[in-house]
């Protein structure tokens, strides 16, 4: 049923359309576009502005995450809810991402993008994937889950890796929920602290159309919108079974939960922009946050949710690392028997969370699922190097999507979401959202 205007709630208003963060990205992409067309040789130098932007989203993304769970749950009323979030949020992320993974195999394997290039894998030339099978083999599970704990309590914040800050962030918020009154002026005061920080990231996210700006002007000065004609079959197979995932599978979801996906893209549609862009899912990450706790998801719920989903529920990458590999093995003419295919399966699961975090997280694990299957040969990575470049955007916008929606979900299922609220928040296609802690709005139209 559609909503009036009048009946949204005063935290809802309308804005110039000059002032939407959306059309400033989308101007900023297509006059990058331009720039790379028709001075190749400038778009390639403009590739700092874009990496400037995102390393300033990345120096603001580990405060974002701290005070987010802390106040969280040291708010909780009852601790046990957060075991349960987290079991919930982990059954869904295990759930999904399976099922990425398979809808990858099932793809390669109905389409056959490999079959008929008849490439030797001895004769290709590996010198410029040697730095990411380098880094495939030192990012183990077992490496990944002890590197959770970080080496101080202060590290985590400064080294700025995600799930150590989720995990010193996590020890806080019990602590202070377990202490009570006492602990009321630390708490009080990382609140405060939260207003801050989010100011900051309304600042930061002003800088948007400069960085997709010069990051789109980069790819297309650089590669070449004719690069995309290599491998056209891969690139196009993966673009469409990433579509089809994010309408099928993540929009039956979506409506088994209550809500509309089509109405939650138009909601974030400035950072599904942001992240195409940038070819960064992180880039949005602290704008995400704000805007599934304006649309009514709990604060504890989307602390906890959101930057643990960014390291296990990689719904594009998933997709990708299946995909891709069956496209090695039929490019070079080696048959995977139905044993095998599982064993690529299993190693698939475990490997897209072992390189998760890491610069170029795709590719890598990637790169770590075929050291560990030997039928298919690593040397094969440097097939879809060239090209890997145009696949980011897809995977970064497909694990974007997938943990709005995750964060909705488990949410609701938690019984912490505020269907009132969201439905609002969806329906103010022209307005923009007033974010929590007292900030401006980063992103919504």
């Known amino acids: 049923m559609a909503i009036n205007m009048q009946?949204?709630?005063t935290d809802v208003r309308r804005v110039p359309l000059v002032q939407s963060l959306y059309l400033q990205v989308m101007v900023a992409i297509i006059a990058g576009i331009l720039v790379g067309v028709a001075f190749p040789d400038v778009g390639a130098q403009l590739k700092p502005l874009g990496d400037a932007f995102v390393k300033v989203v990345k120096m603001i993304i580990s405060p974002v995450i701290f005070l987010s769970v802390v106040t969280?749950?040291?708010?909780?009323?009852?601790?046990?809810?957060?075991?349960r979030v987290a079991i919930k949020a982990l059954s869904y992320f295990i759930a999904v991402s399976t099922l990425a993974l398979i809808i990858g195999l099932a793809v390669a394997l109905i389409v056959h993008p490999g079959t008929g290039m008849n490439v030797d894998p001895a004769k290709l030339d590996t010198h410029a994937i040697a730095d990411y099978v380098i880094k495939a083999h030192s990012e183990t599970v077992t490496g990944?889950?002890?590197?959770?704990?970080?080496?101080?309590l202060s590290s985590a914040l400064v080294d700025g890796n995600?799930?150590?800050v989720l995990f010193v962030a996590v020890l806080f918020g019990v602590a202070l929920a377990t202490i009570g009154a006492p602990a009321k002026?630390?708490?009080e005061l990382f609140e405060r602290l939260a207003t801050?920080?989010?100011?900051?990231?309304?600042?930061?996210?002003?800088?948007?159309?400069?960085g997709a700006f010069?990051?789109?002007?980069f790819t297309v000065g650089k590669f070449g919108v004719g690069a995309l004609i290599n491998l056209a079959a891969l690139v196009a197979s993966f673009y469409l079974t990433s579509a089809l995932f994010i309408a099928i599978v993540l929009g039956t979801i979506a409506r088994l939960n209550g809500f509309s996906l089509w109405r939650l893209l138009r909601y974030l549609k400035a950072e599904l922009l942001l992240v195409f862009g940038t070819s960064s899912s992180e880039a949005a990450l602290p704008s995400l946050m704000v805007k599934m706790e304006a649309a009514g998801c709990d604060k504890g719920v989307v602390g906890l949710v959101v930057p643990t989903g960014y390291s296990f529920n990689l719904d594009g990458t998933n997709i990708y690392m299946t995909l891709a590999a069956l496209f090695i093995a039929q490019a070079c003419n080696i048959h995977l028997g139905a044993g095998q295919i599982a064993l690529l399966l299993g190693v698939s699961m475990l490997s897209s969370k072992g390189a998760a975090g890491v610069t170029g997280a795709g590719f890598i694990a990637l790169a770590a699922t075929l050291a560990i299957v030997p039928t298919v040969p690593v040397a094969g990575l440097a097939l879809i190097l060239g090209i890997d470049r145009f696949m980011r955007e897809c995977r970064s916008l497909t694990n974007f999507i997938g943990n709005a929606v995750a964060t909705i979900v488990v949410a609701r299922w938690d019984g912490a979401l505020d269907t009132t609220r969201l439905?609002?928040?969806?329906?103010a296609g022209e307005t923009e959202i007033e974010l929590p802690h007292g900030a401006q709005s980063v992103a919504a139209e």
């Open 144 to 152: 990944f889950l002890t590197d959770i704990i970080p080496a101080t």
């Open 72 to 83: 969280g749950i040291a708010g909780m009323r009852d601790l046990s809810s957060l075991s």
């Open 7 to 9: 009946d949204l709630p």
């Open 185 to 187: 002026p630390v708490r």
């Open 196 to 210: 801050v920080v989010f100011k900051i990231v309304a600042i930061v996210m002003r800088a948007a159309p400069i």
């Open 423 to 427: 439905a609002h928040a969806l329906a």
């Open 214 to 217: 010069g990051a789109m002007a």
């Open 162 to 164: 995600v799930l150590q």
